[in-house]
T-cell receptor, first 114, second 113 residues
């Protein structure tokens, strides 16, 4: 079935360093890849997304890259700050299909040490 | 405007009891999803509603789980004869018809004793 693998499960960085989270998806028909940030006890919030017709997208300190051939996509956070500490989830979906349901990775707990 | 809301925020129940969880989507959003988030896990798709179409129930883990969406707005997820493994956070999300972004509610934290 459809599957999204996410690595690493935990990531600790020093404030100001960069953080990279990687995901691999199995459904080659997936065409939409959002990233959600979930702070402890809060709802998941969309931070950035990318569509399959684009290889890279950047929004200030956050960027996402997509390699359709390898079915990989990654989240890059530069100049990390303590408020970046949270669980990050990648997801993939087949938009335009019957459901557009999101298939989520298992999450990465990012800890930014001040 | 108001985001997705869910109630109750927390629910503690005894094994074997039925529970109902409620979701109020963003006004005008025709698509509504239920997901389950178990401790330390990602979000698992449960069910999807789109307008008046038949729902996609492919993610429901057993026939103890059911959901309704009345009037194309509010949705209720019902779990019958709850089991301890049903303990999780149940999240609702909604989306505009032609948009991709799903907006999540705060979730209902269910604990089955």
């Amino acid at each position: 079935g459809e599957n999204v693998e996410q690595h690493p499960s935990t990531l600790s960085v020093q404030e100001g360093d960069s953080a990279v989270i990687k995901c691999t998806y199995s459904d080659s028909a997936s065409n939409y890849f959002p990233w959600y940030k979930q702070e402890l006890g809060k709802r998941p919030q969309l931070i950035i997304d990318i569509r399959s017709n684009v290889g890279e997208k950047k929004d200030q300190r956050i960027a996402v890259t997509l390699n359709k051939t390898a079915k990989h996509f990654s989240l890059h956070i530069t100049e990390t700050q303590p408020e970046d500490s949270a669980v990050y989830f990648c997801a993939a979906s087949r938009n335009g299909g019957a459901t557009n349901k999101l298939i989520f990775g298992t999450g990465t707990l990012l800890a930014v040490q001040p | 405007g108001a985001g997705v809301s869910q109630s109750p925020s927390n629910k503690v129940t005894e094994k074997g009891k039925d529970v109902e969880l409620r979701c109020d989507p963003i006004s005008g959003h025709t698509a509504l999803y239920w997901y389950r988030q178990s401790l330390g896990q990602g979000l698992e798709f449960l069910i999807y509603f789109q307008g008046n179409s038949a729902p996609d129930k492919s993610g429901l883990p057993s026939d103890r789980f059911s959901a309704e969406r009345t009037g194309g707005s509010v949705s209720t997820l019902t779990i019958q004869r709850t089991q301890q493994e049903d303990s999780a956070v149940y999240l609702c999300a909604s989306r505009q018809t032609v948009a991709e972004t799903q907006y999540f509610g705060p979730g209902t934290r269910l604990l089955v004793l």
